[in-house]
């Protein structure tokens, strides 16, 4: 383990066998949402799920400094939305309530409601949103973190424990990882890790103070509670488990090499899947700007370099595509979005789009009636990128 201060690019030799795809498909997937009429930069900080059959989105309005979501309508010409304000927009008294909607996550339960965590910037806390119906939003703190001064909600992510909503977020003002879970009627928030400070050692890495629960990113499995995040003291990438008898903390990667004994820093932009029986984690290594996926439970991990391109892996959306994972994430030296498919033996990189305008921000993606969707904020055009996979 080493400090997060550790800022020059290191070479990692990678195991993986790769397989470099052309630069486009022969399929090209073009942008099919109209790009609505200025000013309206909607799409940032995007989370997607499916409610009665219909992707839905959950966005930060820029325009409007607030919290949107939208429900969308595939057709044969493409997707259209018919959005709805939640939070952060001026009433009917004009006043501006303040900056809302970043850092957003979405998750629908079974009867159809729809949950949304997200950040106030205003009030530095986390928010959530409860939708009953069309239009129908309840709007409230989730949590504020520790202390008295709020400094919390950067991060968030929601997950579905039964029909209870959970997030997990980051306390900046504390830099701790916290959790805030459903208590029937509000939520009840309570500290994971609070870290450990980095003491500098004969390396001549300078010390670093506790700092964990940046990217963090909570998934629910069979009862067992799963969060990955970034420990910015140590620049590695830990899990916290609980299975019902408290919190376990594991260092999954801790950015050194077993060959070479460089370090790295990693766990920026983590995503999740249960794969039988082993947890499957996706992850940027910072240091070298490449995509690392991790496998494994308990203290038994092993992880592997996915996309050793320039400037890759960041935003990435794990799924399950057949048999094996898929990986859905961002070229920062093209602003493409890219796929990674694997076929047991060996991992294809492909990239989907990003030749008329810079994609691969906020990745997500769904499947609907058997068919995968993958979304993201398109940079150039400021709105919703939404296609078939």
């Avoid at 057709?75 to 304000?85: A, C, F, L």
């Avoid at 303040?98 to 009867?111: F, I, N």
């Avoid at 890790?193 to 964990?212: H, K, R």
């Amino acid at each position: 383990m080493r400090s997060s201060r550790l800022f020059p690019l290191l070479t990692i030799v990678g195991s993986s066998l790769f397989i470099e795809a052309c630069s486009c498909r022969e399929d090209p997937i073009h942008l099919i949402e109209e790009t609505p009429e200025d000013p309206h930069d909607i799409g940032q900080y995007l989370s997607m799920g499916v409610l009665d059959g219909a992707p839905v989105v959950s966005y930060y309005d820029r325009t409007k400094g607030a919290l949107a979501f939208s429900v969308g309508t595939i057709g044969d010409d493409g997707v259209s939305w018919e959005e709805e304000r939640v939070a952060g927009y001026a009433g009917d008294d004009g006043l501006d309530p303040g900056d809302v909607g970043k850092y957003t996550s979405l998750e629908v339960a079974d009867d159809g409601t729809v949950w949304v965590s997200f950040f106030d910037a205003t009030n530095n806390t986390l928010q959530y949103a409860q939708r009953n119906d069309v239009d129908d939003w309840e709007v409230a703190l989730a949590d504020k973190g520790s202390g008295p001064t709020p400094a919390a909600g950067k991060f968030s992510s929601l997950q579905l424990d039964g029909s209870d909503p959970v997030v997990a977020h980051y306390d900046e003002g504390y830099g701790q990882l916290r959790l805030a879970t459903w208590n029937g009627s509000g939520f009840t928030g309570e500290v994971i890790d609070e870290g450990e400070d980095f003491v500098s050692d004969d390396t001549g890495i300078e010390s670093a103070d506790a700092n964990v629960g940046q990217y963090s990113k909570l998934l629910i499995d069979g009862g067992t509670q799963y969060i990955a995040y970034f420990d910015a003291a140590y620049g590695d990438l830990k899990l916290a488990t609980n299975t019902g008898g408290g919190w376990t903390i594991t260092v999954i990667d801790d950015g050194i090499d077993e060959v070479t004994g460089e370090e790295a820093i990693v766990g920026h932009w983590p995503s999740m899947l249960v794969d039988g029986g082993e947890l499957v984690i996706t992850y940027q290594d910072f240091t070298n700007q490449d995509l690392r996926i991790a496998r494994g439970s308990g203290e038994n991990w092993s992880t592997e370099l996915v996309d050793a391109g320039e400037w890759r892996g960041a935003d990435s959306e794990l799924f399950m595509n057949g048999s094996y994972p898929a990986i859905v994430y961002f070229d920062g030296n093209n602003n493409d979005v890219r796929l990674a498919t694997n076929d047991g033996s060996a991992w294809s990189l492909d990239t989907l789009a990003g030749d008329e305008a810079g994609l691969g921000f906020h990745n997500e993606t769904v499947e609907i009636g058997g068919q995968r969707y993958v979304a993201c904020y398109d940079y150039t055009n400021r709105t919703i990128w939404f296609a078939k996979l």
